[in-house]
């Protein structure tokens, strides 16, 4: 395995996560850009998953070749914040949607 | 095949969220012996999040949306879809790449983790995986107590 920046990967996890959850926001909320979405692939969650790994994929090569900064610890616990509020806001945006309805 | 394919999807997910407590476990107490092995159980959990994936999606795009969605709408728990899967279906798309920063962590920080440095990210992260991989597990069982009490 080739040299990893750990720093590139926990900002691309971070990044990721939040455009999974814009992206799952965004399409509930506006039909055409769910159909745009599901026109790529046949089905809309493929098409998530599908831009969320060449997003991250991208991310990390643009980001890769920076050099490690002080605040790498800080920035390592960055996707544990996104992960607990991107799930907490997907919930509680579906929760709302069908109480709501 | 319907059957087959949750069963697979369900069981290789729990291989990954054991995988990771696995990692967790290890690294408690970090040495050679134990990041080696922290390292294949990363790898592990990693193969078997992106397998889940795949069939876990397979199953959703060719059978969940023609013959389940619908049941479980017109039933009597149509939050199990309408919030439940809707949930299930976005949050694991977190699972696969928190995985691969996981086995990334491990590999980068492998001489830190030796002298008990960087360990802190690394044990909350794995711990993260395997919570919300078992929270997909719970939410797997509402979405097909949905579908059951739908049909019967």
């Not at chain 2, 619908?70 to 696969?96: N, Q």
């Amino acid at each position: 395995m080739k040299k990893i920046n750990p720093q590139a990967l926990a900002r691309s996890t971070s990044f990721t996560i939040i455009l999974i959850v814009i992206m799952t926001i965004w399409s509930e909320l506006h039909s055409a850009f769910k159909g745009v979405l599901t026109d790529m692939s046949g089905h809309h969650w493929v098409s998530k998953g599908i831009i969320s790994l060449v997003f991250f994929a991208i991310m990390y090569f643009l980001m890769h070749k920076k050099a490690v900064g002080h605040d790498a610890k800080q920035c390592e616990m960055g996707p544990v914040w996104m992960t607990v509020a991107g799930g907490l806001i997907i919930f509680i945006f579906y929760l709302w949607h069908y109480l709501a309805a | 095949m319907e059957l087959i394919l949750i069963g697979l999807h369900a069981g290789i997910g729990e291989i990954g969220a054991l995988s990771f407590l696995w990692v967790f476990i290890e690294l408690l107490s970090p040495n050679l012996q134990r990041v080696a092995r922290a390292k294949v159980a990363a790898m592990i959990g990693v193969v078997a999040l992106f397998t889940s994936w795949i069939i876990g999606g397979y199953y959703y795009v060719t059978f969940y949306g023609a013959n389940v969605k619908p049941a479980i709408k017109a039933g009597p728990m149509p939050w199990a879809h309408l919030v439940m899967t809707e949930t299930k279906e976005h949050v694991f798309l977190f699972l696969p790449f928190l995985a691969i920063l996981i086995l990334g962590l491990i590999h980068a920080h492998k001489e830190q983790l030796l002298k008990g440095e960087r360990i802190k990210s690394i044990l909350i992260l794995s711990l993260l995986v395997f919570l919300i991989s078992m929270a997909m597990a719970g939410m797997g069982y509402m979405i097909s107590s949905g579908f059951r009490s739908a049909i019967t």
